[in-house]
C-alpha cells in the first residue's frame, strides 16, 4: 500500500509508515523485507527516498542490513534502562522478568597500570583485582564485563558466585556504591568479545565504560561492560535549564 502525501518530506513519511507497519506485525521480528524495488513500488516512492529512509531506520537499530542477503527487521531489546539509573546488570536482567547467572573467567591481582593509579588516586605499591566475566540472561551470554577495584577494598576470599559486584562490596567491604561517572560507545563486531557472547557478524556492541564512587567520593570500582546492542537499550532524560 502506498503511503498517503503530506506536507513532510517523503522519506519521513517511510519511515513512519514502516515503523507502523512493523509495530503492527506485517513484518516481525528478524523477517526479511523485500526487496527495495519492490518496497519502493509498494510504497509508491523512489528507490533513492527508500533507501534515505531505510539508512535511517538503520541508525536507529529499527532494522539491519546484511551486504548481499538482505535487510530484516531488528529484534527488540530485553533489556532498557535510563543511563542515569546506576542499576546492576543483575537488576536489569530481573527488572525484564529473567534469570541472571554468571560465568567466571578470570580473575587476577597485579600491580597497577598508569591509568590504575590516576582513576583510582593509587601507589604503585598497591594492587588491583581484575575479574572478568559473562553475565547471562536465563543461560544466555549477553554482557561480557570487564571490573577493576584496588586490592584494599576487595577481600581475597569474595566469592565468585555473587551475582552483583555492586552487592559485594556493601556487604564484604561496607562500602556502598552511591554514583558513577559513565561514558558510552558503539563498536562493531569485537573478534574476542563477539564470539563470547555469541554474535552475528552483523551485532554491533555497546560499551559502557563506568568508575564507581562511594558515599565519600572514594573511587572504588572500574568496569569496562560490552553489551549486545540487540539485547540492550540505554536511554537518558535530559531537562531543560
Wanted: charged share 30%; proline share 5%.
Amino acid at each position: 500500500m502506498s503511503i498517503k502525501s503530506d506536507n513532510r518530506h517523503l522519506y519521513l513519511q517511510v519511515i513512519d509508515h514502516l515503523k507502523q507497519d512493523i509495530h503492527k506485525g506485517v513484518y516481525k521480528e528478524r523477517e526479511k523485507l523485500p526487496s527495495e524495488f519492490d518496497l519502493a513500488k509498494q510504497l509508491g516512492v523512489s528507490r533513492a527516498t527508500l533507501r534515505e529512509a531505510l539508512r535511517i531506520l538503520e541508525e536507529e537499530n529499527v532494522i539491519i542490513r546484511r551486504h548481499g542477503v538482505g535487510t530484516f527487521v531488528n529484534a527488540k531489546p530485553l533489556f532498557e534502562s535510563g543511563i542515569e539509573q546506576l542499576n546492576s546488570v543483575t537488576a536489569m536482567i530481573e527488572q525484564a522478568g529473567m534469570k541472571p547467572g554468571t560465568i567466571f573467567l578470570n580473575s587476577t591481582t597485579t600491580g597497577p597500570t598508569e591509568e590504575d593509579i590516576r582513576r583510582f588516586s593509587c601507589s604503585i605499591d598497591d594492587e588491583i583485582t581484575l575479574v572478568e566475566r559473562v553475565r547471562t540472561a536465563n543461560g544466555e551470554p549477553v554482557v561480557y564485563c570487564l571490573d577493576k577495584i584496588p586490592g584494599k577494598i576487595l577481600p581475597g576470599d569474595f566469592s565468585h558466585e555473587d551475582e552483583s559486584l555492586l552487592h559485594l562490596l556493601e556487604v564484604k567491604s561496607n562500602r556502598k556504591v552511591t554514583y558513577a561517572v559513565a561514558q558510552i560507545e558503539p563498536i562493531g563486531y569485537h573478534e574476542k568479545i563477539s564470539p563470547i557472547l555469541e554474535c552475528d557478524p552483523e551485532t554491533a556492541l555497546l560499551v559502557l565504560k563506568q568508575m564507581h564512587f562511594d558515599e565519600n567520593d572514594v573511587p572504588i570500582l572500574y568496569s569496562v561492560n560490552y553489551f549486545k546492542a540487540d539485547k540492550f537499550s540505554f536511554h537518558v532524560l535530559r531537562r531543560r535549564v
